[in-house]
């Protein structure tokens, strides 16, 4: 049925402006006023919880989203709602199939609501690269996707020196402890996917061929011992 997402954890939804096609992230704003409308300018982003608000604190308000398209894995539902509690999801479906609500109230005006993005592999964003080997560079990125509805990343390597693949999986350990940080435009960084630099000369790729190079244990044991944040290795 209709409550089928039931329970499930709310990081941040994903909002497409049905006339201009363009993304509104939910992540966080000002939820001072009973009922918000987001703004319907391209090139903005609305923010449901303000910064320096409750999010900041810990605390996300409990708030229903009405007026929304809401993208299921089958179809989707003009005039929904999205009921939301201490992040979480106790319901969605049609509005006039929910109950009474005591909690704030969104108007989406009628844009598409979605599940957040789950990017499994990505090597950078907005002029970033995951191997320019700073946090500055990492968070870059990371804010690109965020902006454009993803919720969790995987940042990916590529070939390259034994020193910029110790930086990326440092910089990857580093966000990843931090969490998603919404008041940054930050979301959650899940962990690394280490990607070379070991190659057989015939499948670089596109990968930068100079670096690569066959397996070394003095450096491969160093990579190892950042197991703890790589979640694949090709």
Known sequence: GELNATGSRLTLASVTNTRKRSPISLSSADMSRQRCKAPRRADRW?????????????????????NATLILPDREIAGGAIDV????????GPEHELGGWSG????????RVAPGFVDLHVHGGDNADFMDGTVKAF??????????????????????????????????????????QPELGLCRVLGAHFY???????????????PARPPDPAEYEQYLAFADVMLTAT
């Open 104 to 111: 704030s109230i969104v108007d989406a005006a009628g844009d």
């Open 85 to 92: 509690d201490q992040q979480r999801i106790l319901a969605l």
């Open 139 to 180: 968070e870059t990125a990371v804010r690109a996707h965020t902006r454009h509805g993803t919720t969790s990343i995987v940042p990916t390597s590529t070939v390259a020196r034994h020193e910029q693949t110790l930086a990326f999986l440092e910089n990857t350990r580093a966000l990843r402890q931090r969490g998603a």
């Open 196 to 210: 070379g630099p070991y190659f057989n000369e015939e499948k670089v790729g596109c990968h930068p061929k100079d």
């Open 46 to 66: 609305w923010r449901l919880f303000h910064p320096t608000g409750n999010l900041r604190k810990g605390v996300m308000p409990k708030f229903r989203i009405v």
